[in-house]
């Protein structure tokens, strides 16, 4: 059974940065895909990032540039460095894990409130 455990998230001005970590236990986090999505209050949760087990990462058009997920295998961890942050960006952030094949995601964490104000 594979548990993820956000952390990280609180209340920034806008332009200021964070780094979301999202803590894996049960499996290592480079033996699955590896993602971060977020949900605002009244709109649907979205895609945010991506990283394979292989390091290839993907970003939605929102966030690239800005944002960088990344991984410390030594402590089978996941990290979502976001800089620049802008109003928009405030949500609810989750990890989430599948085997790298999956079009669906097994494992959720119970998320992290990132508030950006401006």
């Known amino acids: 059974q594979v548990q993820l455990v956000e952390s990280g998230g609180g209340l920034v001005q806008a332009g200021g940065s964070l780094r979301l970590s999202c803590a894996a236990s049960?499996?290592?986090?480079?033996?699955?895909?590896m993602s971060w999505f977020r949900q605002a209050p009244g709109k649907e949760r979205e895609f945010v990032a991506v990283?394979?087990?292989?390091?290839?990462?993907r970003y939605s058009d929102s966030v690239k540039g800005r944002f960088t997920i990344s991984r410390d295998d030594a402590k089978n961890t996941v990290y979502l460095q976001m800089n620049s942050l802008k109003p928009e960006d405030t949500a609810v952030y989750f990890c989430?894990?599948?085997?790298?094949?999956?079009?669906?995601?097994?494992?959720w964490g119970q998320g992290t409130q990132v508030t950006v104000s401006s």
């Open positions: 049960g499996r290592t986090v480079n033996s699955m895909k």
């Open positions: 989430a894990a599948a085997n790298n094949g999956a079009t669906t995601y097994d494992y």
């Open positions: 990283r394979w087990s292989s390091g290839v990462t």
